[in-house]
């Protein structure tokens, strides 16, 4: 066996070599019983890879050199391990961390460009700055900036911030005019309650966090990144703790007068509490999650739809919102035909909805998928019209089935002049086009009576109905005097009406 594998090459001892080898002593003590004495070479390879103690000095020994400070090749700054020391050495002060945030992605087809720019950076911030600032280059496109504690935090954080405005100035490079993206994050570091390496790798990770405060007290900033953790652990495994669930808010049909559909609107009832759409929605596409998610949700709809069949509810539309990530995947449309088959529902019962940014790009995939969902029967609607960069020859190429208003320009509609116009315009756009127009976010009866006056014939918000559980829903839908008392002209004189007959509460 010894003639196998030649003796390794002698080794720099090292604290990485030291680290490696407590770990395969731990693991040792773990599987003792398959290898007697794995434990003891271990321990004795720890043994072996301490680092040495100082020769001691003699008489015809060469004085020992200093460490030379380590530069980085490309920045020309010091590395982390001057600005540790100098961190440690006086004890309090503030450190600033500056990411240009374009490094990596320049780097993926240009690292020389990516390599100019942070060089253009690096000398900037030196330029900016009082020789006495330590300034390192401590990881691909980190800059880091410490200012000791004879300048006060405040005016620390201001020098910081007038640093990161600087920076953001045009780059001349071969390959162009960059704008480059500078993010900042500031800690006030003390020596007394936590370490100069724990303190800066702290600060790196923070960027990592995107709704992070960058302004926080750093307190708050590690409660912010450890909330935030766990809540994206805890969504993870939301699926498989059942915690999940839909919501059905109505989609009213004002010309017929009847419940015409629902959204399926997903909750999250995590354990301790429920978690609002808004604060977990964000961190289920930022970790990647949506994908799964969504499919979950359309199948789930698609489940309680084919149940709100038997009870012999007129015809109702589903309405399940698609994540960009899912519109990325191009069997899509294969695997909303299976779901269909897979409950018994038509084609047509299903509208999948769009944010106006995912319908609207202009990389093609999105067109493709569309044309390929509706040519199976799927209605397709484009949610939060009016809020993207719509692009009407793109409207015009692609053909939808609805554009849902969004509820920023619903609100109040009746009386603020500026939603007026772009309602008007919405409303004239769709009927040109010959697609449906719904007005989400109504909350209130003269947002209703104008939005009908002005050929508005669908709605959908909590005047008609809060999203409501799947029983609730059913009632709601098969409750057509209700509707009509809401959807009535002369509402002041059947007002009464509603507290007397409506003895049934509907709740989320």
Known sequence: ????????????????????????????????????????????????????????????????????????????????????????????????????????????????????????????????????????????????????????????????KAAVYALGTLVADDSGAILPEVALRHVAFDRAAETADVALARTIASFAVVDLDGDAAPAQQVIQARDRFLLEQDLRQALARAELRLAYQPLIDAGEGRVCGAEALLRWDRAGGAVPPAQFVPIMESAGLARDIGLWVMNAALRQTADWAQPGLSPLRIAVNVSGQQMTDDDLPAVVARMLARHGIPADAL?????????????????????????????????????????????????????????????????????????????????????????????????????????????QGYYFSRPLAPADFASFAADTGRLAILLADDVASLRRDIVARDSVRFHA
């Open 351 to 459: 509208e999948v909805e769009l944010t106006e940014s995912v319908a609207l790009d202009d990389t093609g995939q999105a067109a493709r998928l569309v044309r390929a969902l509706r040519t199976q029967g799927v209605a397709v609607a484009i949610d939060d019209f009016g809020t993207g960069f719509s692009s009407l020859s793109t409207m015009r190429r692609l053909t939808f089935d609805k554009i849902k208003i969004d509820r920023e320009f619903v609100t109040d509609v009746h009386r603020r002049r500026e939603s007026q116009a772009i309602c008007q315009s919405v409303i004239a756009l769709g009927r040109g086009l010959g697609i449906r127009v719904l007005a989400e976010g109504v909350e209130q009866r003269a947002e209703v009576e104008w939005l009908r006056r002005h050929g508005c014939r669908y709605f």
């Open 1 to 160: 066996m010894r003639d196998r594998f030649p003796a390794p090459a002698p080794c720099r001892p090292s604290r990485t070599l030291g680290l490696v080898a407590l770990g395969v002593g731990v693991a040792g003590a773990a599987v003792d019983s398959a290898w007697p004495g794995l434990a003891a070479v271990a321990a004795l390879a720890a043994l072996s890879w301490r680092r040495p103690a100082p020769a001691a000095a003699t008489p015809d020994a060469p004085p020992i050199a200093p460490p030379r400070e380590e530069v980085h090749p490309v920045s020309g700054l010091p590395t982390r391990e001057p600005l540790l020391a100098t961190m440690a050495a006086d004890a309090r002060g503030t450190l600033g961390v500056l990411a240009f945030r374009d490094y990596d992605r320049l780097c993926a087809f240009d690292p020389q460009a990516g390599d100019r720019v942070l060089r253009v950076l690096a000398d900037r911030v030196r330029a900016m700055l009082p020789p006495s600032r330590t300034i390192a280059h401590v990881d691909r496109g980190h800059l880091a900036i410490w200012i000791d504690a004879a300048l006060a935090p405040d005016a620390a954080e201001r020098e910081l």
